[in-house]
């Protein structure tokens, strides 16, 4: 306290404080004189505020000094409830000397050239070098000091760029659906940008190595290494996958994939090896093991591992469902799962006061029911407010980082970032670890579904806030997909534009869809799941004449869905798609109920209602499946 106190009174007379900084408390707290330096000189830019412990706790929390941000503005129980959080996740190790790439075996892969390797650091430790390697800019947000990075050009993925190798006469070869997201690549060209990312990494002087696990449950669980140049880039996958509670987790660790990030690097041969670009993400199933160049989002990290689970869970004796959704849990036990693509509101919907978090994004449904895949979420910062979005608004704080986040200086020249400024993209991202959200469901495993929701972003301002669907319109919904890329979540992407992706999750589905229709449609039956559609899209006209739906009419009828009252609702048959529409729900405007009546022109609505539904069937042409029936009628 009075090491904090005395360096906020001097912040401005500078002799004084470089004596504090150089002298005083490096020989009274027994710190490193390098990270009180650090600290000092990042505050009058970024204001980092900092306390500074005793030799004593810093000899209890770990091996290396620590510097510890805290939160000078907003203080709760929830906040010191993290701190305790982040704390306990202590499995760090630091190995140096000329063998230390052999010590954690990154020599089977090819590299050895690295002689100090941090491996799985500690939050705060993560923190400390990503100021000391000047990886990005400190920001000051009501609930906390958290890390913000700038990720160049790539501010979404760059599906085009993605990659699996065809091993002919493999298992992957047979079952991988061979298209134009699924685009193969062959051995030999996989060997070679293994060769050039392994050969780059062992010119490197230290790397990190992050171990962790993918799926909640023990069953199915996956083990995953990352190695990584940058401390921001570990501190993602730190917040993102779960994380070892124990060093013997992670002793003599042999993964199930690795990935190799050389994000600085790119494929200068990329049209020898017959790629679209000098970006490069590419997986070989066979050698467990993939490598990206060219891009620095993180979200590369996130997905790849995802379409890995989407591969081998279905194949699973027994099969094992892989969901692109959200999921929570009420307190009577009743699990709801929130389907769609990225800017639907999976992670928003699911982020629910009144309910407890499973995960925001990716989920397996087994025999015992629902489990997350994940350690944390990847919340869109879009017009992020603490009203709208209170749980996500909170949970940015110290151990977060957000991503491609406008930054603005306040009057004293603190830098806040400013979530309505999209100027650097729509897609702006916040990862933090789960216990950032208050009410997480800690086992992190639920039981079966009662409710299905699918979330879709109708660009068009065709489809009502809600509708109930039968079993068999929930299949073909599912299969459909429909929604809008939303502005940012993939290169080239600026404004809405109509898709359909099976699944809600074609980009990530190495299966061809009617597998994993196959086994919802078995859950569902077996469990009598219900089903649903909500479009958190556009009402009163399409994209640039109506409105999109506001979170508080979204959030309407997701809570009638979870109290029963809209199954209990009045409704009324929708003249095209044929879904049941609730006459009235509480909290939403009845003329938004029924699309058509949001419009003041009746006939535009009626002929973009019919050249919607002529996408719908079209795009269910390739299926030939009987489940077309149950799509719209033209």
Known sequence: IFAQTLASNMLKATAIRTIVRNKFLPRALGI????????????????????????DSIQRSSNSPLVHCVNLRKKSTAAVETLAARDSYNVATTITGPNACEEINLTSLGIDGPEIIYHNLTFQELLEHEIANGEGEIAETEYGQTFTVDTGKFTG????????????GSESAENIDWNEINQSTTPEVFDELFEKATSYFSTKEKAYVFDCFCGANPKTQKKVRFVHEMAWQQHFVTNMFIRPETKEEIENFEPDFTIINACSQVDDDWEKHGLNSEVAVVFNIEKKCAVIFGTWYGGENKKGIFSLMNYWLPMNDPAVLPMHCSANVGKDGDTALF?????????????????ALIGDDEHGWDSDGVFNFEGGCYAKTINLSEETEPDIYRAIRTDAMLENVKLV?????????????????QNGRVSYPIFHIDAYHEPQMAGHPDNIIFLTCDAFGVLPPVSKLTPGQAMYHFIS????KVAGTERGITEPVPNFSACFGAAFLPLHPTRYAELLQEKMETHGSNAWLVNTGWAGGMYGVGERMSIKTTRS???????????EADYVQDSAFGFDIPVSLSGVDPDLLNPRNAWMDKDEYDSTAKKLSGMFVKNFEKYDSPISQFGPKV
Do not use: M
């Open 481 to 484: 997909g429909y929604t809008a």
């Open 557 to 567: 009828c997701i809570n009638g869905i979870l109290d029963g009252s809209a199954a």
């Open 157 to 168: 993925r760059s599906p085009t760029d993605k990659w699996v190798v065809l091993n002919k």
């Open 409 to 425: 200086e306040d009057k004293d020249g603190v830098l806040i970032p400013d979530f309505f400024d999209v100027s650097k993209t």
């Open 339 to 355: 389907f769609g693509l990225s800017g639907t509101g999976k992670t928003t919907l699911s982020a629910d006061p009144q309910r």
């Open 32 to 55: 490193e004189k390098a990270v009180v330096t650090r600290a000092f000189d990042a505050w009058p830019k970024n204001r980092l505020y900092s306390t500074l412990q005793t030799r």
